[in-house]
């Protein structure tokens, strides 16, 4: 097989276009045991807070039909933390590093954006403004087109990174979100993070989390995320990473179809460690046996 899955993602260059999404690979630790973790495209590291975070109360995960549940709450050790123990370790991969970053207030965005001036082994930083358990003000950053911009916008000013922000998919209109992070200095977005679920226990009665809500992933979201994925391609010019039940190679042709340049694979890790290492293999099989020699020759290329 000859068939090229280089991409580049505002401005980094990825040798295939396969990469974990934060939150379910850690710093890579556990899973460099089961596989060679510089075959991935890229790296994305477990979002990072500016201080310590405890995370909600457990239980935090549950399974649901065809997803899982989660609220964790963003539990970290802080910038502090990552950079002395966890950034050194991804750096081994010689692979670009995508930090993922959340923060209470605009000023704890770009503090941690200030803090990671100059640190070398980062190519990206990603916005997390899309977290459904993280609040500021009783409303999520993402779900707001003008907190979506502000935040967007200081994240801008205190750094010179490439700027990738997650949105959230709970939201009425998500390119309206998309558009407004794109004017505001995003150079990629990736979408979508998780969606506002509930479980609840037939024999206590009480919801299976301790939150009560929790964020939905898994199988059960691919088909809006895939359609959010098309959405916002048709409404802004810069590339998108696909996210959202993604199990398969198949899974992940779709979200390229649909118009993302790259995906990022989330809950399926927790089930089978090597599956990102499968997709890769699964999508440079799917197209060698079509007779496409590049995936860019299928990137947004649905038929509507």
């Excluded at 670009?96 to 959340?102: E, F, K, L, R, T």
């Excluded at 009665?205 to 809500?213: C, D, E, Q, S, W």
Aim: net charge neutral.
């Amino acid at each position: 097989m000859s068939v090229n899955l280089s991409v580049t993602l505002a401005g980094i260059k990825l040798k295939n276009p396969v990469m974990p999404a934060s939150g379910t690979f850690g710093s890579g630790r556990e899973f460099s045991e089961f596989f060679d973790i510089s075959r991935l495209g890229a790296i994305v590291a477990k979002t990072v807070t500016l201080k310590p975070r405890h995370g909600n109360m457990p239980p935090r995960v549950c399974e649901v039909t065809s997803g899982m549940l989660n609220s964790i709450g963003l539990q970290n050790e802080g910038l502090d933390h990552f950079l002395e123990h966890d950034l050194p370790f991804m750096r081994k991969f010689k692979i670009p590093i995508i930090v993922n970053i959340a923060g209470n207030t605009l000023e704890e965005y770009a503090q941690i954006c200030r803090d990671l001036r100059g640190v070398p082994g980062i190519n990206a930083i990603e916005l997390n403004i899309s977290c459904p358990n993280i609040k500021a003000g009783g409303i999520a950053f993402g779900a707001s087109a003008r907190l979506a911009e502000q935040v967007t916008a200081a994240a801008r000013y205190n750094t010179d990174y490439p700027l990738i922000v997650k949105l959230t998919p709970n939201v009425y209109n998500i390119s309206k979100i998309a558009r407004a992070v794109v004017s505001a200095g995003a150079d990629a977005v990736s979408l979508i993070n998780t969606l506002v679920g509930m479980s609840i226990d037939l024999n206590t009665f009480k919801p299976m989390l301790a939150n009560i809500t929790g964020g939905l992933s898994g199988p059960a979201i691919k088909p809006v995320a895939v359609r959010m994925v098309w959405e916002v391609a048709q409404s802004v010019n810069v590339p998108i990473i696909g996210i959202g039940g993604i199990m398969t190679a198949e899974d992940a042709i779709e979200f390229f179809l649909a118009g993302a340049t790259a995906v990022a694979v989330g809950t399926a890790n927790f089930i089978n460690p090597r599956v990102m290492i499968e997709i890769i293999e699964g999508i440079e099989k799917f197209l060698d046996e079509r007779g496409y020699t590049d995936i860019r020759q299928i990137i947004g290329k649905v038929q509507v």
